[in-house]
């Protein structure tokens, strides 16, 4: 074994595991995260052989020593999403999977001290990705984005704030009708306002049945193409998602963007195809959702116009 140079003054533990670190994980390789800017900003070898830093084994050069824990490292983040997108996998192949996940982290290399955002941007990097267009319907490409799309939403509120440490003081009433003492007037004028864990999404597939399917275990085949709207909430520490037509997607949609519960409504009437629904049946519809929507729950509190 090949002894360090005495010449070479020590270097720190704490300098040695953030060179380390910056070698290990960077996306092209050993010899690259050598030779990057950031593990030369720690130690720059220069033109000196690797071992003044790691030695080699009576089996393996240094190069290959730190290749294992490089190795090692993009295949715990291969596996953790792999965990996270398991429709993704059983649609596409393991192997498949596995290679479209590697292009993402050589293109997105993980830059949190958390890999719950390792995913963030993968729904995105697959838009970006995919292959030309031949037919103006959706094809497999949009069904795996909107796959991506709906798993990484599923992990942001799983992980993310929920309603269930909200006292019903706060407003988070388990059901009910909780606007009784406001009149009509102050009613329509005022905002409420969502859970932060509410998701709403447009999708191009009911992939949301795909998931459910393959969570359970149960044979999948590739849907039919089909507007879909969903809203995903949790409760109980439980992910849950709801399909909705598109005038209570409209209706949502306003109120989580901030506008008035009355100027809500006119967004959600304008965006029925007819534009002529009865009023009085919108009305007794929007009492009864909200009922449903209280006790899910999507809403954290109504916030009245202030004077």
């Known amino acids: 074994m090949t002894k360090p140079d005495q010449n070479i003054a020590p270097r720190s533990l704490d300098q040695l595991q953030r060179w380390m670190q910056?070698?290990?994980?960077?996306?092209?390789g050993i010899e690259a995260g050598v030779m990057s800017d950031s593990s030369r900003g720690v130690i720059d070898l220069?033109?000196?052989?690797?071992?003044?830093?790691?030695?080699?084994?009576?089996?393996?050069?240094?190069?290959?020593?730190l290749r294992v824990y490089g190795n090692a490292y993009f295949a715990r983040l291969l596996e953790c999403l792999r965990a996270e997108f398991p429709a993704m996998v059983r649609a596409l192949g393991e192997a498949a999977f596995d290679g479209l996940a590697f292009g993402y982290l050589l293109e997105h290399p993980s830059q949190s001290d958390t890999l719950t955002r390792l995913a963030a941007t993968l729904p995105e990097y697959l838009e970006q990705t995919r292959p030309p267009r031949e037919e103006a319907t959706p094809d497999f490409a949009d069904f795996l984005i909107d796959l991506a799309r709906l798993e990484r939403t599923y992990s942001e509120v799983f992980d993310g704030a929920g309603p269930e440490a909200v006292s019903a003081q706060a407003g988070g009433q388990a059901g009910g009708w909780p606007y009784a003492g406001l009149t009509p007037e102050l009613f329509v004028q005022s905002r409420i306002v969502l859970h932060e864990c509410v998701r709403l999404v447009a999708l191009r597939f009911p992939v949301h049945e795909y998931?459910?399917?393959?969570?359970?275990?149960?044979?999948?085949?590739?849907?039919?193409?089909?507007?879909?709207?969903?809203?995903?909430t949790r409760r109980d520490f439980i992910v849950r998602r709801i399909?909705?037509?598109?005038?209570?997607?409209?209706?949502?949609t306003a109120l989580?963007?901030?506008?008035?519960?009355?100027n809500a409504l006119l967004a959600a009437h304008a965006a029925q195809l007819s534009g002529s629904a009865d009023l009085t049946q919108l009305a007794n519809d929007v009492?009864?959702?909200?009922?449903?929507?209280?006790?899910?729950?999507?809403?954290?509190?109504?916030?009245?116009p202030t004077a």
């Open 211 to 232: 998931i459910t399917a393959v969570r359970r275990n149960i044979e999948a085949s590739f849907p039919e193409a089909r507007t879909t709207l969903l809203v995903v």
């Open 256 to 262: 989580q963007q901030g506008d008035s519960i009355g």
């Open 243 to 252: 399909e909705v037509t598109p005038i209570q997607f409209a209706l949502l």
């Open 287 to 304: 009492h009864q959702w909200f009922f449903e929507w209280t006790a899910a729950p999507l809403f954290l509190r109504i916030e009245e």
């Open 46 to 65: 220069g033109a000196s052989p690797l071992d003044e830093v790691v030695l080699p084994s009576q089996r393996l050069s240094s190069a290959d020593r």
């Open 22 to 28: 910056s070698v290990i994980t960077h996306p092209a």
